[in-house]
């Protein structure tokens, strides 16, 4: 914030005057050490001025979301995407990983370990596939959870769930029309 107003100074006069610097907590303030000048201009005399310089330190935080697309799926090998999107200010490393209570599901994630910069997204691919084919039935539904844990000390992780409903390969109805029972 500059002052609401001029200063006016008599020749060989000194005053004083509040500045303040309030830099937005996102990711476009970037973390880390900025210089800046200031300088003043003698209107009276026009090109006479006076320079000074400091260092602005901006305080460096974390901050992250994520988003798992689609929320549930009717196959037995399904992709989702997870999106990462940095909301610090500052570069940050992230672990991913998935799993389900009843171990009935593969994963495979593109990068188990990644580092996005400040104010970036990143989509990483997550294919889940049911481990046994059902073969006559009805469709069994898994939940599974996908998470994000932040490599910085103190952050916490981050969890979705989504679903992947695995289709029997023969429905029970068709059974019935050849007069066999499950």
């Given at each position: 914030s500059f002052p609401a107003q001029s200063l006016y100074l008599t020749p060989l006069g000194r005053d004083t005057t509040p500045l303040s610097f309030h830099p937005p907590r996102n990711s476009r303030s970037k973390a880390?050490?900025?210089?800046?000048?200031?300088?003043?201009?003698?209107?009276?005399?026009?090109?006479?001025?006076?320079?000074?310089?400091?260092?602005?330190?901006?305080?460096?935080?974390?901050?992250?979301?994520?988003?798992?697309?689609?929320?549930?799926?009717?196959?037995?090998?399904?992709?989702?995407?997870?999106?990462?999107?940095?909301?610090?200010?500052?570069?940050?490393?992230?672990?991913?990983?998935?799993?389900?209570?009843?171990?009935?599901?593969?994963?495979?994630?593109?990068?188990?370990?990644?580092?996005?910069q400040a104010g970036e997204k990143q989509i990483v691919p997550v294919n889940v596939a049911a481990r046994k084919r059902t073969i006559v039935g009805t469709a069994q539904s898994l939940q599974f959870e996908v998470q994000v844990q932040p490599e910085e000390e103190g952050q916490m992780a981050q969890r979705l769930t989504a679903e992947l409903v695995n289709p029997a390969l023969l429905p029970p109805w068709l059974l019935g029309l050849f007069g066999l029972s499950t």
């Open positions: 880390g050490q900025h210089p800046f000048e200031i300088r003043a201009v003698a209107r009276a005399q026009g090109l006479k001025s006076v320079a000074q310089q400091g260092v602005l330190h901006i305080t460096p935080f974390s901050t992250f979301i994520i988003e798992l697309n689609p929320q549930r799926q009717k196959k037995r090998k399904a992709k989702y995407d997870l999106t990462i999107e940095n909301k610090g200010n500052l570069a940050a490393a992230y672990r991913l990983d998935a799993r389900d209570r009843e171990e009935q599901l593969n994963y495979q994630i593109s990068q188990k370990q990644l580092t996005i």
